[in-house]
């Protein structure tokens, strides 16, 4: 009767491990749940995805400003301001007609590709970002010559419904500030 | 989950012990062995029998905790998933700008290692090179040394001096002890009594973190 007497122990203390299991089962669960939503509601990581937001954003509104086909200058001229606010939208809405006059008769297609680009500031509350775009335009002119031209651009980014537009674009520089 | 078995197979004999009758009455126990024998079938045939309400609702409860338990240990895996899914997003491992101090202290050091290292007066090449032997490293040391080996005589007769300042950085990507920047450098030249030139640059440089400094270890132009 030995087994049995060794078998009723263990069966009364089976609840106790049961218990015991579910409880660490019950730890585990609450510490990961935590560590998941500490995670999830991470400002840095917050923050981080409006820097990419950003840039993304970035990189192509000065893409698209640095692209423009003579024979569809409607569509590319819409572009622009699509990708622009502030300032720089009404200076494009305003320059528009004149604009498109001039690139009709260039006959230039301008394409653009970015090279590299990186956020310098972002002040994701006010929703302004300022960032550097290394960029390569090709211009191609009437008689089917091309000519690639380096240029590194700041642009400064606002956000607007929820969206992120240029508002300043501008060259760098070069040799202006000397001994700064 | 082992322990629900060990549940099933340990609790039998304790059933038989308490009289629950067997699945063929006539057969009276008549020793251990037809204990045995009995505690053999009954476990395969115990539900069909018709246990007290105590013994189900314990059982019941112990499924209850049981499934309970597992419930909680999947919700665990599930939440410490989640929690890897998003702190090992690509933006997230990105440092740059979330890490404002480390941020900054990379674009500066950055910056003012390449002004250093092309920087240089005809008659002070040398102490561009030791800067660049302490600031510099891995490929861009070698493209450096390269360079300069192949331009010193030049730039000694000529008498050219350069001048390069870093006019803006931007950290692209900041993890740990690696980072990869893009700088726009403005750069003048001057050869003897000629007038200055400057020219415009825009590189992408990568640096590592090596005893508590930045070192470029790449330069590469844009």
């Known amino acids: ?180 | 989950m082992t322990w629900l078995l060990r549940d099933e197979s340990t609790r039998k004999p304790a059933a038989v012990a308490d009289g629950t009758p067997g699945p063929e009455p006539g057969t009276a126990p008549a020793d251990d062995t037809a204990v045995d024998a009995v505690d053999v079938s009954e476990a395969e045939s115990d539900g069909d029998q018709a246990p007290s309400r105590g013994r189900l609702s314990v059982r019941l409860r112990r499924i209850a905790v049981a499934v309970l338990a597992v419930a909680l240990v999947l919700a665990g895996c599930g939440f410490f998933y989640g929690a890897h899914q998003v702190r090992s997003t690509a933006s997230a491992r990105n440092r740059a700008l979330t890490d404002t101090e480390a941020t900054t202290r990379v674009a500066g050091d950055v910056g003012n290692a390449l002004a250093r290292v092309f920087s240089y007066t005809p008659d002070g090449l040398d102490a561009a090179e030791r800067s660049a032997r302490s600031v510099l490293d891995g490929r861009a040391a070698r493209q450096y040394a390269e360079l300069l080996g192949r331009i010193r005589a030049e730039l000694t007769e000529q008498r050219v001096t350069l001048s390069t300042q870093a006019v803006r950085v931007g950290v692209l990507e900041l993890d740990g002890d690696s980072a990869r920047l893009l700088v726009f450098l403005d750069q003048v030249a001057r050869r003897d009594r000629a007038a200055a030139t400057s020219a415009a640059a825009q590189l992408t440089v990568t640096a590592r973190w090596e005893h508590d400094r930045w070192r470029i270890v790449d330069i590469r132009t844009r």
């Open chain 1, 1 to 180: 009767m030995k087994r049995v007497a060794r078998a009723l122990a263990a069966a009364r203390s089976l609840p106790a491990l049961a218990l015991a299991l579910a409880l660490i089962a019950g730890g585990f669960a609450v510490w990961t749940g935590w560590d998941w939503y500490a995670a999830a509601h991470d400002d840095s990581a917050e923050y981080a995805a409006q820097r990419d937001v950003a840039l993304a954003a970035g990189e192509q509104a000065v893409q698209n400003l640095n692209t423009l086909d003579h024979r569809d200058v409607e569509r590319g001229l819409d572009l622009w301001e699509s990708a622009t606010t502030g300032d720089l939208h009404d200076q494009l809405a305003s320059g528009r007609e004149e604009f498109a006059a001039q690139v009709q008769t260039a006959k230039t297609v301008t394409t653009a590709r970015v090279l590299s680009g990186a956020v310098t500031e972002l002040d994701d509350r006010a929703g302004r970002a300022r960032v550097l775009v290394a960029l390569r335009v090709t211009v191609k002119a009437s008689d089917g010559q091309r000519t690639d031209k380096d240029s590194r651009m700041l642009g400064e980014l606002t956000r607007t419904g929820g969206r992120w537009k240029l508002s300043a674009l501008g060259q760098a520089p070069v040799g202006g500030t000397s001994a700064g």
